[in-house]
């Protein structure tokens, strides 16, 4: 079993930046591949941002070029740097892992590759 507890959501006006993070502990002692998610009032859960075992990283389009996800294996932590933020951006995040050896690539922003879930965390972004 694997927990994961995101942190680091709040309120920023367009144009600004958040860093969020994912903590993870139980059977974290194999591979991780991890995942953010986010899902915006009245719309389907939406793959933000995957790093595989080679740390190969895979992005959105919406959020390429302004968010960068990162993994700290010794303290077992996901983050994701959200920079140049839009109203659009504005949902609740939510870290995902799985265990196992992955490549990081467009598969891995689809959210039935993953077996673990936080709870998540609010961003709100105002214009």
């Known amino acids: 079993q694997v927990e994961l507890e995101e942190s680091g959501g709040g309120s920023v006006q367009s144009g600004g930046s958040l860093r969020l993070s994912c903590a993870s502990s139980?059977?974290?002692?194999?591979?991780?591949?991890m995942g953010w998610f986010r899902q915006a009032p009245g719309k389907e859960r939406e793959g933000v941002a995957s790093?595989?075992?080679?740390?190969?990283?895979t992005y959105a389009d919406s959020v390429q070029g302004r968010f960068t996800i990162s993994q700290d294996i010794a303290t077992n932590t996901l983050t994701l740097q959200m920079d140049n933020l839009k109203s659009e951006d504005t949902a609740v995040y939510s870290c995902?892992?799985?265990?196992?050896?992955?490549?990081?690539?467009?598969?891995?922003?689809?959210?039935?590759?993953?077996?673990?879930w936080g709870q998540g965390t609010r961003v709100t972004v105002s214009s």
């Open positions: 995902a892992a799985v265990r196992g050896f992955c490549d990081g690539g467009d598969f891995y922003l689809r959210a039935d590759a993953y077996l673990y």
């Open positions: 139980g059977d974290v002692y194999n591979t991780l591949c």
């Open positions: 790093i595989g075992s080679n740390g190969r990283t």
